[in-house]
DNA sequence: CCTAATCTCTCCAGTAACTGGAAGGTCAAG
DNA sequence: CTTGACCTTCCAGTTACTGGAGAGATTAGG
């Protein structure tokens, strides 16, 4: 399989393909004659587990901790679930962060006429 | 006032406050006869400005569009909403793209026993 | 007045995770 | 044999700073 090919089977981008391999997320795939990446179907599944991954906003040094796990048959569930739980609590600051941001900023433009005059309580706000 | 100063009236740290400069955000400050930087009131509310918009998540392009509003004395309110306007949207798809995340995340982490044992159901997701 | 600490300056490099583009080699179809 | 799609490498740019080196300026204490 191509690059253009793994790309496709796997839901990437060719440039983030190259990407990976190039920082060492997976293994550097085998060349064809010509120099050409050779991808397989267990190296499709890790492009697919990373992109997963950082679907699910783990960051790449994250998902290489992932990925070890995922190929470490020894591993433990708990292992997995520290790293996803740490994720998890993250999700919820942000979460939070955004909540307020939203309802000031809401507040601001609800309160805000939006008209042709200059007076603007946002602005009012920001300075 | 010297840059420390500044810096401590207006929220930012000390590279910050060159760094909004350096980028034209904010007027380059007139300097003292050893190169200092110095700064007045007017300068430190323009910083402020731009550290409470960066706060509201606005990127420097759209500080940049507000801070000329909010020294423009003939904008109306409606410009400004506007930007608000499309600010607090993208906070709302966020908000909506991290609950989802959330759910999912929080559903496996819940059905992952975290024991001792390999079979995780989080990693059974993203291989 | 000297010295040590604290500021300040500029410039360079690094962060995260790609993305775009240039210059050039390869391959399959017609 | 040529055209066009694909592949290669390498370099640069993105966002919004942040860290640090090396050097000059200023201030406080003794």
Redo the contacts with the bound molecule.
Sequence with gaps: M??????KASG?????V???ADIG?VDA?S???????SYDDVAVRKLVF?RRS?AFG??????RELLGLYQDQDRTSSEVKRIASKRLEEIEVKQRELQSLHDALAHLVTSCRGDHRPDCPIIDYLG
Excluded: Q
Aim: glycine letters at 4%; aromatic letters at 12%; a positive charge.
């Design positions: 191509n690059i253009s090919a793994a790309a990437l981008p060719v440039k983030t190259r990407y990976y997320l795939p060349r064809s004659e010509a120099g050409y990446r990373a950082r783990f960051s790449i040094e994250e998902c």
